[in-house]
């Protein structure tokens, strides 16, 4: 289908940008086939628009299609019942890898899977998310090329990593095969642009992890504003910070804080008001914690998502058990919808 031709101005900026919708996932900057945008927290016109609407047609908030891409990416719509999207399996899983485990978020589910894939020559890098060399707390995005490179990556920042942005440097690089791991709305540009397609990136992507997401939160808020001046902590000294109906800091000393999800909520990214999709449901393989504690509630959704966590469990690289009973199931389907819910009327 010929895309819809509209200048970066009228379509983004007038629509998306102007009315605090972009996420600053940058598939619109890696996109451009004239190289007119550059990346600065969200895309920059630098040079004058060609007006080949490529930008317009990769973003995740600009007249999107649910429906094609699910089309596209499972051969059919979802059915009325699957409120979390198309899905194969659902389960919930753990790596073996006491290393990983130590680092992990959850069930170091994606850095096992990831490390395991690159030793079995699958895939030749993964673009992810590290910390940022001067502020640990915030993501950045990271093109890792070895098992090292995705251990130091593992672990949740919630503060917004453009992974495109790795994923173009992959490309760039010539890295072949590649894996990509992000928020639901970079999975949904991803999936724009294997729609399109952009070939350069659709040869080299060879699956794709999406991590369940309530929201992202702004960095200066959370970390200088709840972190550094209402609760007292310093940014080095915190060990881990995770959600789990309420935020809770970890601290090297040993200590454990908590503050309502509430209070954390006040500096979580406008943008994302705007998001439908909580558990990544265009993703090859989505992953969140749901209240788990060391497990990662794991959902498999392609054939090449699930033969993926198919290989990793007979390799014994992971363990995996079915849901004992409804109630995860349940949160997983109240979580879905009170996200969906919550965007109607939000989007362009
Ligand atoms: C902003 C954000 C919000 C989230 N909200 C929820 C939620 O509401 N409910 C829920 O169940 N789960 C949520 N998650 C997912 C959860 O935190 C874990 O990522 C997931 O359970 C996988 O755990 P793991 O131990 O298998 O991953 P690990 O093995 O620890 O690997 C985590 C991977 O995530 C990548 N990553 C880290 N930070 C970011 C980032 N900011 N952006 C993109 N990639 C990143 C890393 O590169 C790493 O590859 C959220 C994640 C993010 C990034």
Known sequence: MPIEKISFEESLKKTVIDNGLCTGCGACVVSCPYNCLDYDAGPKIISECKVCGICANVCPRYNVSITSLEQLIFGRERRLEEEFGVFKRVLVAQTRDENIMRVCQDGGVVTSILVSMLEDGVIQGSAISGKDVMNPLKATPVLALSKEDIIQCAGTRYTYSPNLLALR?????????????????????IRRIQALPLKKYVEALKFTIGLFCSESFVYDGLVKGLLQEKMGIKPEDVEKINIKGKFIIKIRDGQVKAVPLKEAKEYACRFCNACPDFSAELADISVGGLGLDGWTLTITRTDVGDEIL????SKGI???????DNKLMELLIRMSRKKREASMGKTT
């Open 310 to 313: 198919r290989r990793v469990e």
């Open 318 to 324: 992971i363990k995996t058990k079915p849901l004992e």
């Open 169 to 189: 440097s992959g490309v760039q690089k010539k890295i072949g095969k590649m894996a990509f791991v992000g928020t639901p709305c970079q999975i949904c540009a």
